[in-house]
C-alpha cells in the first residue's frame, strides 16, 4: 500500500466499504512486511575492468572483473544486450523464441583494448570499462551507454541497479506508452509502473523510447518489468566554439534483470524491427474501424441503447458498435445484468441487422462469493486454484463494490486457458468483443496488491513487484486467445486500459485523457501518438470532459474522428449525453465528423493492414518522413495520418484560423483545394465546422464515395515529380489474406496518370476522382 491507497481507503472511512477497505490495507501492508524484510546493508558494484571476450552466435562475453557482458545482434538488425548473465527469455514482450542471430555479426577487438560488434546497421564498441557505445555504418553515435551499477543486499535477494546513457545534443525523445504531457518527452522523471484509474490520465507504461537526432533514429527497451523510473532531460548545442551538452537518459529498476534490445533505422524501419522483435498488431475487425459509442448514453439497460442505436440512425450518423459499461451493469466478469438486459440476444441479433455490435466491459476481479459460478470454477483450477495467493499460500482478497474480491493469475498458463473458456457464454449471447477496464488488480475497488503476493510467472514463480507491470498484457492474452479458439472464423475485438510491451499482439488500447478542457484535448492526441510510436497502433481515448463549452467538445469529436479507435465517448457536451444533445447546429458540425470518418472508413482499412504488416503506427508524427528536420520534432499540434493526409486539429479555444507546419513537398487543403508548399508554416481556415486536413501531392487515397462504393482519391502531383499510395481492400472480419494493391501517380501532358502494381487481377479498378487541378 502506498499513500495513493490510503487516501483512497481515508475517504471512504464513514461507509462499511471504507472500514473494509481500510483494513485490507493494513493487512497488505502486514504481509510485506512479513514476506518482504528490509533491504538493509548494500554493496555497490560496478562491472569493473576489462578481463576478456569470447566470440559466438551474432556477437559474444565480453567479461569484466566483476561481471560480463553478453551482445548478440539479431538476424532482422535488432541489438541485445544484457549484464551478468541475463538472457533475452524469458521475456512477456517477446512473442516465442529469441530471433535468430546473424551469422555475419562477430566480436573482434577495437582500438584502446575494448572489443565491438559490427553489423549491416550499428556497430556495438564496448569500453574496458564497461561503456557501450552505438555507432550507425558511418560512424556517427547514436547512443553511449556508460558503465551499470548495482546494489545488492548483503543479506541477499533482488539487487537495484541504474543505467545512464548518453544521446546526441539535438536529439529528442518519444515513446514510454504515450504520456498525456505530450508526445515529445520533455525533461522529468517518468514513473515506470502502471498506474490505477485515478492516478494518471493513463493506465500504461512501458519502458520502451525512441530518440530521433541528425545522426538517426533508434528505439531502446529496457525488457524489466520490475517498478522503476526513466529520468530523461535533452540536451543543448554549443554555440560558436562551444561544448555540446548530451542528452542524457537514466533508468533505475528495483530488480529483475539488465538488459536491453536497441532497434536503428529510419522511423519506419524501426518500427518494423520492433513488431519483428514482439509480434505484428492483432488486426481489428473491420467494423472496429467506425464510430463506437460507449461511457455516457449506454447505462440504462435494453431500451436505453435502443434509444441510443435509433438516435445515430434517425440523424443519419453511422455507428459501429456500443460499449456496455460498469453502469450498465455488464462488467461483473462474464456476464450482462440479467435486470436490465433480460432479451440480450434478441437485442444483439436486432442490432447486429442494423450493422451495429455489442461489446461488454469486462474486470479482472472476481467477486469472491461462495456459490458465485466463476469464483468456485477459479478454485478447480490446477493444484492451488486460479487467484493469486500471499507467501503464506492463502488467496489474496481485496475489498470494495460490492464486497471482497480475488483476482485471477493471468501469468499462469492453466489459468489464462480457463479464462478464455468463459468467452464462451457472452459471446453465445452475441456480443462481438469486450473491452478490459484497468487491466490490473488496482481497479478502483481499493487497495493495491501486496508486493508480496505471489504469481506463477509461467512456472518460475515470483511475486507482485516482477507481475504487476504485466497483468494487464497478461489478461490481454487471455481474452483474445480465448475469444479466438471459440471463434476462429472471426477476428477477435479486444481493447484494454492497460498493458505492457507486446500488448499490440492481442488488440488496441483505449486511454483515458482524464483531464478536462484543453490540457485533456492535447492529451488524447499526444497519447494516441506515444502509443504509436511504442508499437501500439489501433488506440484511442476513451473519455472526455462531461460539461464541457459546446466548442471544445465538437472539437474533442472531430480531433476523435481522426483516430484509429474513434470512440464517442469523448464527447461530453453541455446540452446532454448524446452527440445531438446541444442543439441542431451543433449537430450539423458533429454529423460532418461522423461523415467524414465514414468517407475515411477504406483508408482506415488500408492503414490497419499496413499496421499489421509492417508496425507503422496510423497516426505518426510529422518527422515520421523527415526526421532530419529539426522543427518538426518539436510540433505536437499536427500529426499524420497515414502517408497522405496531414491533420492540424485545434486545440486552442476561440479559434477559427491556425498556422500549421508542413513538411517538404506540396500540400493541399482537402476543403477548399488550395495548394501551399513546404517546408514552412502556413496559416489556414479552422471554422467550427471542420479542422484544417491537407493531402500531400501526389497522394492516392482510398474513399468512400456518395453512393457508397469505393474511390481512389487523386490528389495532382506536382510537375516532374510522382506520388502513390496503397489500397487493401475490406475482406470483413474473417482471417482471409489480404491482397495489397499499388498505386503510382504522376503528370504526363497536363494529366494525371494513375498506374497499378500488384493485387488481384480480378479486382476491378475503383473509380478515380482526381483533385487538385
Given at each position: 500500500?502506498?499513500?495513493?491507497?490510503?487516501?483512497?481507503?481515508?475517504?471512504?472511512?464513514?461507509?462499511?466499504?471504507?472500514?473494509?477497505?481500510?483494513?485490507?490495507?493494513?493487512?497488505?501492508r502486514?504481509?510485506?512486511?512479513?514476506?518482504?524484510?528490509?533491504?538493509?546493508?548494500?554493496?555497490?558494484?560496478?562491472?569493473?575492468?576489462?578481463?576478456?571476450?569470447?566470440?559466438?552466435?551474432?556477437?559474444?562475453?565480453?567479461?569484466?572483473?566483476?561481471?560480463?557482458?553478453?551482445?548478440?545482434?539479431?538476424?532482422?538488425?535488432?541489438?541485445?544486450?544484457?549484464?551478468?548473465?541475463?538472457?533475452?527469455?524469458?521475456?512477456?514482450?517477446?512473442?516465442?523464441?529469441?530471433?535468430e542471430?546473424?551469422?555475419?555479426?562477430?566480436?573482434?577487438?577495437?582500438?584502446?583494448?575494448g572489443?565491438?560488434?559490427?553489423?549491416e546497421?550499428?556497430?556495438v564498441?564496448?569500453?574496458?570499462?564497461?561503456?557501450?557505445?552505438?555507432?550507425?555504418?558511418?560512424?556517427?553515435?547514436?547512443?553511449?551507454?556508460?558503465?551499470p551499477?548495482?546494489?545488492?543486499?548483503?543479506?541477499?535477494?533482488?539487487?537495484?541497479?541504474?543505467?545512464?546513457?548518453?544521446?546526441?545534443?539535438?536529439?529528442?525523445?518519444?515513446?514510454?506508452?504515450?504520456?498525456?504531457?505530450?508526445?515529445?518527452?520533455?525533461?522529468?522523471?517518468?514513473?515506470?509502473?502502471?498506474?490505477?484509474?485515478?492516478?494518471?490520465?493513463?493506465?500504461?507504461?512501458?519502458?520502451?523510447?525512441?530518440?530521433?537526432?541528425?545522426?538517426?533514429?533508434?528505439?531502446?527497451?529496457?525488457?524489466?518489468?520490475?517498478?522503476?523510473?526513466?529520468?530523461?532531460?535533452?540536451?543543448?548545442?554549443?554555440?560558436?566554439?562551444g561544448?555540446?551538452?548530451?542528452?542524457?537518459?537514466?533508468?533505475?529498476?528495483?530488480?529483475?534483470?539488465?538488459?536491453?534490445?536497441?532497434?536503428?533505422?529510419?522511423?519506419?524501419?524501426?518500427?518494423?524491427?520492433?513488431?519483428?522483435?514482439?509480434?505484428?498488431?492483432?488486426?481489428?475487425?473491420?467494423w472496429?474501424?467506425?464510430?463506437?459509442?460507449g461511457?455516457?448514453?449506454?447505462?440504462?439497460?435494453?431500451?436505453?441503447?435502443?434509444?441510443?442505436?435509433?438516435?445515430?440512425?434517425e440523424?443519419?450518423?453511422p455507428?459501429?458498435?456500443?460499449?456496455?459499461?460498469?453502469?450498465?451493469?455488464?462488467?461483473?466478469?462474464?456476464?450482462?445484468?440479467?435486470?436490465?438486459?433480460?432479451?440480450?440476444?434478441?437485442?444483439?441479433?436486432?442490432?447486429?441487422e442494423?450493422?451495429?455490435?455489442?461489446?461488454?466491459?469486462?474486470?479482472?476481479?472476481?467477486?469472491?462469493?461462495?456459490?458465485?459460478?466463476v469464483?468456485?470454477?477459479?478454485?478447480?483450477?490446477?493444484?492451488?486454484?486460479?487467484?493469486?495467493?500471499?507467501?503464506?499460500?492463502?488467496?489474496?482478497?481485496?475489498?470494495?463494490?460490492?464486497?471482497?474480491?480475488?483476482?485471477?493469475?493471468?501469468?499462469?498458463?492453466?489459468?489464462?486457458?480457463?479464462?478464455?473458456a468463459?468467452?464462451?457464454?457472452?459471446?453465445?449471447?452475441?456480443?462481438?468483443?469486450?473491452?478490459?477496464?484497468?487491466?490490473?488488480?488496482?481497479?478502483?475497488?481499493?487497495?493495491?496488491?501486496?508486493?508480496?503476493?505471489?504469481?506463477?510467472?509461467?512456472?518460475?514463480?515470483?511475486?507482485?513487484?516482477?507481475?504487476?507491470?504485466?497483468?494487464?498484457?497478461?489478461?490481454?492474452r487471455?481474452?483474445?486467445?480465448?475469444?479466438?479458439?471459440?471463434?476462429?472464423?472471426?477476428?477477435?475485438?479486444?481493447?484494454?486500459?492497460?498493458?505492457?510491451?507486446?500488448?499490440?499482439?492481442?488488440?488496441?488500447?483505449?486511454?483515458?485523457?482524464?483531464?478536462?478542457?484543453?490540457?485533456?484535448?492535447?492529451?488524447?492526441?499526444?497519447?494516441?501518438?506515444?502509443?504509436?510510436?511504442?508499437?501500439?497502433?489501433?488506440?484511442?481515448?476513451?473519455?472526455?470532459?462531461?460539461?464541457?463549452?459546446?466548442?471544445l467538445?465538437?472539437?474533442r469529436?472531430?480531433l476523435?474522428?481522426?483516430?484509429?479507435?474513434?470512440?464517442?465517448?469523448?464527447?461530453?457536451?453541455?446540452?446532454?449525453?448524446?452527440?445531438?444533445?446541444?442543439?441542431?447546429?451543433?449537430?450539423?458540425?458533429v454529423?460532418?465528423?461522423?461523415?467524414?470518418?465514414?468517407?475515411?472508413?477504406?483508408?482506415?482499412?488500408?492503414?490497419?493492414?499496413?499496421?499489421?504488416?509492417?508496425?507503422?503506427?496510423?497516426?505518426?508524427?510529422?518527422?515520421?518522413?523527415?526526421?532530419?528536420?529539426r522543427?518538426?520534432?518539436?510540433?505536437?499540434?499536427?500529426?499524420?495520418?497515414?502517408?497522405?493526409?496531414?491533420?492540424?486539429?485545434?486545440?486552442?479555444?476561440?479559434?477559427?484560423?491556425?498556422?500549421?507546419?508542413?513538411?517538404r513537398?506540396?500540400?493541399?487543403?482537402?476543403?477548399?483545394?488550395?495548394?501551399?508548399?513546404?517546408?514552412?508554416?502556413?496559416?489556414?481556415?479552422?471554422?467550427?465546422?471542420?479542422?484544417?486536413?491537407?493531402?500531400?501531392?501526389?497522394?492516392?487515397?482510398?474513399?468512400?464515395?456518395?453512393?457508397?462504393?469505393?474511390?481512389?482519391?487523386?490528389?495532382?502531383?506536382r510537375?516532374?515529380?510522382?506520388?502513390?499510395?496503397?489500397?487493401?481492400?475490406?475482406?470483413?472480419?474473417?482471417?482471409?489474406?489480404?491482397?495489397?494493391?499499388?498505386?503510382?501517380?504522376?503528370?504526363?501532358?497536363?494529366?494525371?496518370?494513375?498506374?497499378?502494381?500488384?493485387?488481384?487481377?480480378?479486382?476491378?479498378?475503383?473509380?478515380?476522382?482526381?483533385?487538385g487541378?
Open positions: 500500500m502506498d499513500g495513493r491507497d490510503l487516501v483512497r481507503s481515508v475517504k471512504m472511512v464513514g461507509s462499511v466499504q471504507g472500514l473494509r477497505t481500510v483494513r485490507t490495507a493494513w493487512r497488505h502486514r504481509a510485506d512486511a512479513r514476506a518482504l524484510p528490509p533491504r538493509g546493508a548494500e554493496r555497490a558494484r560496478v562491472p569493473g575492468l576489462l578481463a576478456g571476450a569470447e566470440p559466438g552466435p551474432g556477437g559474444g562475453v565480453v567479461r569484466f572483473t566483476r561481471s560480463e557482458l553478453r551482445i548478440r545482434v539479431a538476424a532482422g538488425g535488432a541489438v541485445f544486450w544484457a549484464w551478468d548473465g541475463a538472457d533475452a527469455l524469458p521475456s512477456y514482450a517477446l512473442p516465442g523464441a529469441e530471433p542471430p546473424d551469422p555475419r555479426a562477430a566480436l573482434e577487438p577495437d582500438k584502446d583494448g572489443w565491438q560488434v559490427v553489423s546497421r550499428l556497430t564498441a564496448v569500453s574496458r570499462h564497461g561503456a557501450v557505445e552505438l555507432r550507425t555504418p558511418g560512424g556517427l553515435v547514436l547512443r553511449r551507454e556508460l558503465p551499477r548495482w546494489w545488492e543486499p548483503v543479506a541477499g535477494g533482488a539487487a537495484r541497479w541504474v543505467q545512464r546513457s548518453e544521446v546526441p545534443a539535438d536529439a529528442r525523445f518519444f515513446g514510454l506508452g504515450g504520456q498525456a504531457s505530450g508526445a515529445r518527452l520533455r525533461e522529468g522523471t517518468y514513473r515506470l509502473w502502471n498506474p490505477g484509474p485515478g492516478d494518471a490520465p493513463r493506465n500504461l507504461t512501458m519502458p520502451v523510447h525512441l530518440v530521433v537526432s541528425d545522426a538517426g533514429t533508434h528505439l531502446s527497451f529496457h525488457d524489466n518489468a520490475w517498478a522503476g523510473q526513466m529520468t530523461l532531460r535533452e540536451g543543448e548545442e554549443g554555440a560558436g566554439s561544448h555540446d551538452r548530451p542528452g542524457t537518459c537514466e533508468v533505475r529498476m528495483d530488480g529483475g534483470p539488465l538488459r536491453c534490445w536497441v532497434v536503428a533505422g529510419t522511423p519506419a524501419r524501426v518500427l518494423r524491427g520492433w513488431t519483428a522483435l514482439t509480434g505484428s498488431p492483432a488486426l481489428p475487425p473491420s472496429a474501424l467506425g464510430a463506437q459509442h461511457g455516457p448514453g449506454s447505462g440504462g439497460g435494453e431500451d436505453d441503447v435502443r434509444r441510443v442505436v435509433a438516435g445515430y440512425r440523424r443519419g450518423m455507428l459501429s458498435a456500443v460499449h456496455l459499461d460498469t453502469r450498465d451493469g455488464a462488467r461483473q466478469v462474464f456476464g450482462v445484468d440479467r435486470e436490465r438486459f433480460p432479451g440480450l440476444p434478441r437485442l444483439a441479433e436486432e442490432l447486429r442494423d450493422g451495429v455490435r455489442l461489446v461488454s466491459a469486462v474486470g479482472p476481479a472476481v467477486s469472491a462469493e461462495a456459490g458465485d459460478a469464483f468456485d470454477g477459479g478454485g478447480r483450477i490446477g493444484a492451488a486454484g486460479a487467484y493469486v495467493r500471499d507467501a503464506g499460500g492463502r488467496v489474496v482478497r481485496g475489498a470494495g463494490r460490492p464486497g471482497e474480491w480475488v483476482c485471477p493469475d493471468f501469468t499462469d498458463p492453466l489459468v489464462r486457458e480457463w479464462w478464455g468463459l468467452h464462451e457464454e457472452p459471446l453465445e449471447q452475441g456480443l462481438s468483443g469486450v473491452w478490459h477496464g484497468p487491466g490490473s488488480p488496482e481497479d478502483g475497488r481499493g487497495p493495491a496488491l501486496p508486493l508480496s503476493a505471489r504469481y506463477a510467472l509461467e512456472g518460475r514463480g515470483g511475486d507482485h513487484r516482477e507481475a504487476h507491470n504485466v497483468y494487464g498484457l497478461a489478461m490481454a487471455a481474452g483474445y486467445e480465448g475469444v479466438r479458439r471459440l471463434r476462429p472464423a472471426e477476428r477477435p475485438f479486444l481493447v484494454s486500459r492497460s498493458g505492457w510491451a507486446g500488448i499490440q499482439r492481442y488488440g488496441g488500447v483505449l486511454s483515458g485523457a482524464g483531464a478536462d478542457g484543453r490540457p485533456g484535448l492535447r492529451a488524447s492526441l499526444a497519447l494516441v501518438l506515444g502509443l504509436g510510436l511504442s508499437g501500439v497502433p489501433y488506440a484511442g481515448v476513451e473519455r472526455g470532459g462531461a460539461g464541457e463549452s459546446v466548442e467538445s465538437v472539437r469529436l472531430q476523435g474522428a481522426f483516430m484509429p479507435l474513434f470512440d464517442i465517448s469523448a464527447y461530453g457536451g453541455p446540452g446532454g449525453r448524446e452527440p445531438w444533445d446541444s442543439g441542431p447546429r451543433v449537430l450539423e458540425y454529423k460532418a465528423a461522423f461523415d467524414g470518418r465514414e468517407r475515411l472508413r477504406p483508408y482506415f482499412v488500408t492503414l490497419a493492414q499496413v499496421a499489421r504488416l509492417t508496425g507503422a503506427p496510423y497516426v505518426r508524427p510529422l518527422w515520421w518522413g523527415a526526421q532530419g528536420d522543427s518538426l520534432r518539436d510540433c505536437e499540434d499536427a500529426f499524420l495520418l497515414g502517408d497522405a493526409l496531414l491533420v492540424a486539429p485545434v486545440l486552442e479555444c476561440g479559434t477559427e484560423r491556425r498556422s500549421v507546419r508542413l513538411p513537398g506540396r500540400w493541399y487543403d482537402t476543403a477548399t483545394g488550395e495548394a501551399y508548399e513546404g517546408p514552412g508554416t502556413v496559416l489556414v481556415d479552422a471554422p467550427l465546422s471542420r479542422i484544417p486536413v491537407l493531402a500531400r501531392a501526389g497522394a492516392v487515397i482510398p474513399v468512400r464515395g456518395a453512393e457508397g462504393g469505393l474511390e481512389l482519391e487523386v490528389w495532382a502531383p510537375v516532374g515529380r510522382t506520388g502513390g499510395g496503397l489500397l487493401v481492400r475490406d475482406a470483413g472480419d474473417g482471417w482471409e489474406k489480404a491482397a495489397v494493391e499499388r498505386f503510382t501517380s504522376r503528370m504526363a501532358g497536363g494529366r494525371v496518370v494513375v498506374e497499378r502494381d500488384g493485387g488481384e487481377e480480378h479486382a476491378a479498378l475503383p473509380p478515380l476522382r482526381v483533385r487541378l
